[in-house]
C-alpha cells in the first residue's frame, strides 16, 4: 500500500534533509518551493498569486499519479494549519493510501537561525515574518484529521562520518576499488533511523568527488552530505559528527 506522507513544521526544521532520505526508498517527493523556483526560471522565493492555480495542478498531478502506480509520496511543504492538509489527505484517501504525518512541531529561534545559514537571497528580516506567520498558523495535527500514523520527526540528530577510500571501498584511489564486505549493510542500517545523517567525509576534490557521488549513487549506498554538514555550523573546515569512520582507527 503506498503511503501519503506530510511534513508539518515550520521554516528551517530539517524537512528536507528528511525528504533525501525518503527519496532514497523511492517515494515521490513534491516541494513547491522547488516548483515555484522551476517555474520563476531558477529565481527562489519569486511565489506569483497569477500562477497559483499552475502551483497547486502540478501538485495534485504528480501526487495522483505516483499513488495511481503505487509509489508513496512526500510532501514536503510545512502544512502547518488543517485547511492546507485537508488537501492532500483527502487525495490520499481516493487511492487508499496510507496517510502518515510527521511532525516537526511550531518551531522556535533555532529554525530561523538553521533557514539563514542558506537564505536564498531572502533578507533576514522576511524569513522571521514567514516564520511568525507560520507559527501563527500552526494547529497540532491529529488523527481525527484523517492520518493513519502521527510520528515525531526528529529535532536532534545523530551524524556519522564515514571516510570513502579505505572505509567504504578498498583504496586503490584515483580509482574506486570495490565495496568493503559488510559496509553496504552499515550504512543501509544506519540510514533507516530517521533521526540518523551519514556524512561522507573525504579528501577526494572535484571530478574525483563527482566519480565518488555517482558510485555511491550507483550502487545504492545512502548518504546525506558530502563533506558538509549544513546541519550543524562549526564556521570552519571541520566536519562535525557524533561518530567518524575511518581506515586509519579501525
Not at 15 to 36: E, H, T
Not at 76 to 82: I, V
Not at 199 to 223: A, G, V
Request: with cysteine.
Amino acid at each position: 500500500m503506498p503511503s501519503m506522507n506530510l511534513f508539518i513544521g515550520n521554516i528551517g526544521s530539517g524537512k528536507s534533509v528528511l525528504a533525501r532520505k525518503m527519496a532514497f526508498y523511492g517515494n515521490v517527493i513534491f516541494n513547491m518551493d522547488a516548483f515555484q523556483q522551476m517555474v520563476a526560471g531558477g529565481e527562489y522565493g519569486a511565489y506569483d498569486v497569477a500562477k497559483k492555480d499552475i502551483y497547486q495542478e502540478a501538485e495534485n498531478v504528480t501526487i495522483r499519479k505516483a499513488l495511481d502506480v503505487g509509489l508513496s509520496v512526500v510532501i514536503d511543504r510545512t502544512n502547518m494549519d488543517r485547511k492546507r492538509r485537508k488537501r492532500f489527505i483527502d487525495i490520499g484517501k481516493e487511492y487508499g493510501a496510507k496517510i502518515v504525518a510527521y511532525h516537526w512541531g511550531i518551531g522556535d529561534e533555532k529554525n530561523v537561525a538553521n533557514r539563514l545559514k542558506n537564505p536564498r537571497g531572502i533578507p533576514a528580516e522576511q524569513w522571521m515574518s514567514v516564520f511568525n506567520y507560520m507559527k501563527n498558523s500552526y494547529e497540532i495535527p491529529t488523527l481525527g484529521e484523517g492520518f493513519s500514523e502521527i510520528i515525531e520527526a526528529p529535532k536532534n540528530y545523530k551524524f556519522h562520518a564515514f571516510d570513502f577510500d579505505g572505509t567504504i571501498v578498498e583504496n586503490k584511489f584515483p580509482d574506486i576499488g570495490e565495496i568493503i564486505e559488510g559496509k553496504a549493510d552499515k550504512l543501509n542500517d544506519l540510514y533507516e533511523d530517521i533521526s540518523n545523517i551519514i556524512i561522507i567525509w573525504t579528501c577526494r576534490s572535484q571530478n574525483y568527488t563527482s566519480l565518488m557521488r555517482q558510485f555511491l549513487i550507483k550502487n545504492h549506498l545512502p548518504f546525506d552530505f558530502i563533506n558538509d554538514n549544513p546541519i550543524f555550523d562549526t564556521s570552519s573546515r571541520k566536519i562535525f559528527a557524533h561518530r567518524y569512520y575511518d581506515d586509519r582507527n579501525n
